[in-house]
Each structure stands twice: as structure tokens, then as C-alpha cells.
């Protein structure tokens, strides 16, 4: 998909998210599986659109993440209160143990799909996380170029910093005199 396709689909826009007093974890986990989705789509979009330095559209899609984060933060933080609502630790069990006490007890399969969901969940985390460092990765490189590049028009000498092929720091004390007569 690519960028602007996806930054003007207002299905990418809207609240992931809105509590009730009749929320509960089925309503929270649908919540979080549409919210990681879009993170993980907004991810990949986003080490695109590093990569192409578009930036531009860089700047309106770090918006829309930080939006979807701040989404994802308040369904966690509600799931976090159903938890502590019923004195259940905050873990896999916890959740486990929630989803076993809101289905009816008839519908055992719902309770298994809850449970296969929050699994893809936390499988959405653990994704989000590293296409999150790659692209923190590439921006940081881009960041480090762009500096280099600056200094050499500033007219500024390199780094003495770097390092020689045996991963020694180079000696800058010397006075850069190779030989003498």
C-alpha cells in the first residue's frame, strides 16, 4: 500500500477504542487486535517512507502513530482496571482467567477464540516492537549521513572517533607525520 492511500483511508484515522460501562474483554481484545494491525501496517509504512526519505508524509504518518499509541495505551490501561476489578494478576493467566469468568459457561469455543486472540496479540506486540527498532535503526543511520554530510560542507574535519581495522581507536595524539628524513 503506499503512503498517501494510506494516510487518506479514514479507516486509519478513527478511535480504535471507546470504553462504556458495558466494555468488557471480548470488546477490549477486538480493540487491540485492530490497534496493532494498524501500528504494524504504520510501521511497515513508516520504514518505506525512511527508506525513500519521504519525508513529508513522514511527518503526518509519525501523527497517526502517536495517535494509535496513545489508543493503545488507553485500551491497556482499561483491560489493566478489568484486571484489578477482579483482584486478577496482570498477566497471560490473568487474562485467561478473565476471559474464562465474562463468557458463559456454554460457550467454550468463544472463550477459546479470546484466548487464541490475545495470543496473536502478544505476537502483534513482539512484531510492533522489532519493525519499531529496525526503523529507529535506519533513522538513526540517516540521522548519522545526514550529520557527516553537514560537516564535511561546514568544512568541519571528520570524527576523530572512528575506529581502525583491528577495532582499536585510532591514535589522534600523534603528529600525523608518516615518516621522517
Known sequence: MDADTFLLDPANRGEIFTQTTQTNIQDVIKAET?????????????RQLLTEKAFEQFAELLTLKQ???VQLDAINQFRVSLLSAKNLPLSREGIESLIGLTTIKDQEEQSEDLIAAWGKIIDA?????????INAKIAHRAQMTNHHVLNILRGMPEDPGLYNLRGKGRDTTGSGTIASA
Open 125 to 133: 506486540v513482539e512484531e510492533s516492537k522489532a519493525l519499531n527498532e
Open 67 to 69: 495517535q494509535t499509541l
Open 34 to 46: 485492530t490497534g496493532y494491525a494498524r501500528l504494524i501496517n504504520i510501521l511497515k509504512l513508516e
